[in-house]
């Protein structure tokens, strides 16, 4: 019983701090571009732009490349 309590807990304790993270990343990240795009201009919407989409392509890379050993 006490096991299963303690794993009940993590687990709570684990999802509220995920979400939080989940709720608050959106806002984080859009007042973050607005800052640097007011210092930088229009550069930063840019360099921004491409930081975001490099993500997908090194995924989509790292996927092809697995392909290739299995």
Known sequence: L??????D?????????VG????GGPLVGILGLAYTAYFLGPTAL??????????????????GA???FV
């Open 2 to 7: 006490i096991n299963i309590c303690s794993s």
């Open 9 to 17: 807990g993590q687990r709570l304790y684990e999802a509220v701090s």
């Open 20 to 23: 939080c993270l989940l709720a």
């Open 46 to 63: 840019l360099g921004s732009a491409i930081f975001i989409f490099f993500y997908p392509a090194m995924v989509r890379l790292l996927l």
């Open 66 to 68: 697995l392909k290739l």
